[in-house]
């Protein structure tokens, strides 16, 4: 009884504790780069100051800029994001089905799974122009091979054992897809369209720095050009903390999603 | 018990009086294993009666596990003759259940969805489902339980559970095995005591795989011990006890010790297994 009473309040507390240890990082952070700036050991306009920064940033939302860059770039996201995780999927599921099929692409797979997205940069450029087809393809690759994986593995990992309860109730081809195999491999599909999704963020603001007329990472690059570097930070601090929001809210999906696992 | 008797599935030969005979002759089975063919099972003749529990005891690897996959049908790959209610046994099929030694409950269900998957596939009513399912969650004492995950169970209740899909079915046989292998010793004394009760009330024809022999005895009309390499039926004794019975029957101690001495006993000479067939208490062949 007392246990039940003391444990709420010290798992509540434990957690309040952890909030509290997650904000100090960011705050020693933004200390160290005050301290830095203050001590003048950059050039101000090299290392502009927080408040500089956070001004900036206020401005750029004031007249919308930010959110028609960070608008511009999410929406590559989405639609990149749902045609390469469309197409992992249906790669990963049909080279987990089929002998032949994963005889004849893996080890195509395999072999461009190791070349760097941001290396086909150049060559995307030259077939796609700069334009949105170049940002969507290039997302589309980022989130294709880590979805293609994962629903590879999550197909082939559905035990035997599960197929044979299906088989012992006489379960329709229907019933045994989406009763037994889908459900099996929700969680690792989930997992791999996290990462397939957070991934493609990375190398979105990595092509729009390198080509692109909108978007987080050309802001980037055109205050770099423009040597406005507290325009620079902004485009740091902000496609950070976007990535850092997909992520959690992938998160909360997959754990949605895999509710019923043991805790 | 109660489960209402009009809900039983219409027998699918009506005009088959015997309901769970299972007919084995002559089956024997091999493995290929390293391009080499091993028999696991050879000239295993058996047959139940309708309404019969027998056990089978015999050393791990001799094919118990073998034998009930090939009778439940998930493998037909098989010489000799598999026959319940006179058809050939070819695949699985909803008069066949089984209990497996891991529960094999679907940890994505609750323990109703899992119980009610095994009734999709049957032609009872949607409508009944749910209270079907509730009297089988309460047959085996799971009530309260409905809506658990697998992971919120018990190993115990969670093999409860999987008795209670295998039996939701009303299979005219249920094979179990080893369903008590992982539950400590006092749950498996209920668990065995709820299984007999279960059986004494549906009366379903039940061959159960068991390590232990007190529980082989305890359950079964008749027990079964197998040998290994390749596996083949030793000797079937006959437990002549009217259920529900006492734990410290006499004879339930004397036969224990009896194939206790048989599984660890040289093996049998390969010929000579049938000859060596020993009855007891001597009772005919059937
Ligand atoms: N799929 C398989 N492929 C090849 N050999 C197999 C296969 N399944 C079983 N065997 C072999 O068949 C033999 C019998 O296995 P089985 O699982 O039936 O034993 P068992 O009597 O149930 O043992 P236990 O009491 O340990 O469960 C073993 O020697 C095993 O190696
Ligand atoms: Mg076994």
Known sequence: ?263 | MSIDPSLRLPAETPNTPVRGELAIANLSKSFRIGGQLRPVLEGINLTLRPGEFVSIVGASGCGKSTLLRLIVGLDDDYQGEIRLDGERVATTSLDRGIVFQDHRLFPWMTLEQNIELALRNTNVPKARRAQIVAEHIALVGLEGFEKAYPHQLSGGMAQRGAIARALVTEPKLLLLDEPLGALDALTRVNVQTELQRIWMAQRSTMLMVTHDVEEALYLGDRVIVMSPNPGRIRRIVDVDLPHPRDRRSPLLHRLKDEILAELTAAPVEPGGVSDNLVRLPAREAR
């Open chain 1, 1 to 263: 009884m007392a246990g039940s009473l003391v444990s709420p309040s010290l798992g509540e507390a434990r957690a309040f504790a952890g909030n509290l240890a997650a904000l100090a990082p960011p705050v020693l952070l933004l200390a160290l780069w005050e301290v830095v700036s203050l001590s003048h050991l950059f050039p101000e306009q090299v290392l502009v100051p927080p408040a500089e920064v956070f001004r900036t940033l206020f401005a750029m939302t004031q007249s919308g800029e930010l959110q028609r860059h960070v608008g511009d770039s999410l929406h590559r996201l989405s639609v990149g994001f749902i045609l390469g995780a469309a197409a992992g999927l249906a790669f990963g599921v049909t080279i987990a089905l089929s002998r032949l099929a994963e005889a004849a692409f893996v080890p195509l797979f395999l072999t461009l799974w190791q070349v760097p997205v941001i290396a086909l940069v150049p060559l995307l450029v030259m077939f796609l122009g700069i334009g949105e087809p170049f940002k969507v393809a290039i997302v589309a690759i980022a989130s294709f091979f880590p979805v293609a994986l994962a629903a590879f593995d999550a197909v082939r990992g559905v035990p035997r054992a599960w197929f044979e309860v299906g088989r012992v109730y006489r379960l329709s081809l229907a019933d045994t897809v989406w009763r037994i195999v889908v459900p099996a491999t929700v969680p690792a599909v989930v997992t791999g369209l996290r990462i397939g999704l957070t991934r493609a963020w990375v190398v979105l603001v990595a092509s729009e720095l390198l080509a692109a007329d909108s978007g987080i990472g050309q802001m980037m690059e055109m205050g770099r050009q423009l040597f406005q570097i507290d325009v620079v930070l902004s485009g740091v601090i902000v496609s950070g903390l976007v990535g850092f929001a997909i992520d959690r809210g992938a998160r909360a999906i997959e754990q949605h999603a895999t509710r019923w696992r043991a805790a």
